[in-house]
């Protein structure tokens, strides 16, 4: 597995910054953007080049994707499980809410003020495209196997780890390489600004005074392997997915939180596991009052004020379509580290909200853990990973 956020880029960094504590966002200074609000701007994308031969895929998007790619020994583990399966064994399933829409933006401002026609220099299919990810991807790590890119807002990239599951189930693949990218751009950012949904300071999920997001970026990748021992090297495995769609509201959850209840329950049963057996959640946690409010009180109903819980979006910002792979592997860290976050920025927890929420890093080792991401229009997604051995 590996990760790049404003957290760091690389496994050693992130953990790092989690163990630190480490809140990584500052004040929106993103492009031509004028907002007052936090962001979390992952360092170093615009010195990544890609290689001659992908140029065609030149994004924000797919350079903030390469960066993670060259950490961790991510590109050696794939070309290995290939060599072992066959390229064509091997799938790619990555999740995106916006893809390269920053080159779309800017090409917009080069418009031909007459016919309004964008500049040919917007190659769309290798970049704003939703594919664009998982093309690049897979053309990079050499790989033939099937891929696609689910969008389906802030859970994407915690269902395509399901959709990797039931592809290898189906014994038509035999590893994939699964995850999520997503990179600042003005429609994020003045989306959500529209909607009343970011702070005008970092973002404090669960804490009583909290009032909205903070927008991040971030790519993170996990590969999955058939092989009962295969993630020994890492001591991780997918034990279980959830998902539901309760349709409540396109950009507000469920006030009783319904699909979150769904979904984790259904991760539970995947993964035949009781809500006992868990030691920790990753809480989706955005920071608004409502998200939190209803994954609190669908949280308390199935763990009650036993289960460690927090939010991580305090220190890397919410990662939108990236969200589900960047604290799957945040989740996978706790594991091999042996803690358990404590949710950044939270200073009086909301009372509303009956969890046993962790304001500082317990140095537990979690053999279960929770993770959960839910999205606009409530498409919801719950992974359960657990320690191997």
């Known amino acids: 597995m590996t990760a790049a956020s404003c957290l760091g880029t690389g496994l050693e960094a992130l953990a790092e910054s989690l163990l630190a504590q480490r809140c990584a966002l500052r004040r929106c200074d993103f492009e031509t953007a004028q907002l007052d609000t ?22 924000r998007n797919n350079r903030l994707a390469l960066l993670a790619l060259m950490q961790d020994g991510f590109r050696e583990s794939v070309a290995a499980s290939a060599a072992r399966y066959g390229a064509g064994r091997v799938g790619v399933f990555l999740g995106t809410s916006t893809s390269g829409m920053l080159e779309t933006e800017i090409a917009y401002r080069a418009r031909d003020r007459v016919s309004g026609l964008l500049p040919d220099s917007l190659y769309y299919a290798g ?24 969008a389906t807002a802030c859970s994407s990239s915690a269902k395509v780890f399901s959709m990797a599951a039931r592809m290898i189930g ?65 001591g991780v495995a997918l034990l279980g997915s959830g998902e539901s769609s309760d349709a409540y509201h396109i950009s507000t ?15 539970l049963a995947a993964a035949g596991l009781e809500a006992a057996d868990i030691d920790y959640i990753n809480l989706h946690g955005t920071g608004t009052v409502s998200n939190d409010n209803a ?11 036993a289960t460690r819980c927090s939010s991580t979006k305090g220190a890397s910002g919410h990662t939108l ?6 604290e799957a592997v945040i989740c996978a860290l706790a594991i091999q580290r042996g803690f358990m976050p404590g949710g950044v920025n939270c200073q009086q927890q909301d009372p509303g909200c009956a969890i046993r ?3 500082r890093n317990e140095t537990v080792r979690p053999r279960h853990v929770l993770s959960n991401s839910f999205g606009f229009g409530g498409s919801n997604c719950s992974l359960v990973l657990g320690a191997l051995g």
């Open 253 to 267: 959850p469920h006030p009783e939180g319904l699909g979150a209840r769904m979904a984790m329950l259904a991760a």
């Open 127 to 150: 970049s704003h495209n939703f594919y664009a990810a998982a093309g690049f991807t897979r053309e990079l790590l050499g790989l033939e196997g099937p891929a696609a890119v689910v």
């Open 321 to 326: 379509g990236a969200a589900g792979a960047l």
């Open 295 to 305: 994954e609190g009180r669908a949280v308390a109903a199935i763990f009650g004020e």
């Open 170 to 234: 189906l014994g038509l693949i035999d590893a994939a390489v699964v995850g999520g990218v997503d990179s600042l751009c003005l429609t994020t950012l003045y989306g959500f600004h529209s909607l009343q949904l970011t702070s005008s300071s970092p973002c404090r999920p669960f804490d009583v005074n909290r009032d909205g997001i903070s927008v991040g970026e971030a790519a993170a990748f996990v590969l999955l392997d058939a092989e009962a021992d295969a993630g020994s090297h890492t």
């Open 357 to 359: 929420y962790l304001k």
């Open 38 to 59: 936090y962001i979390g701007e992952t360092a170093g994308v615009d010195r990544v080049r890609l290689p001659a031969p992908l140029a065609r895929f030149e994004s």
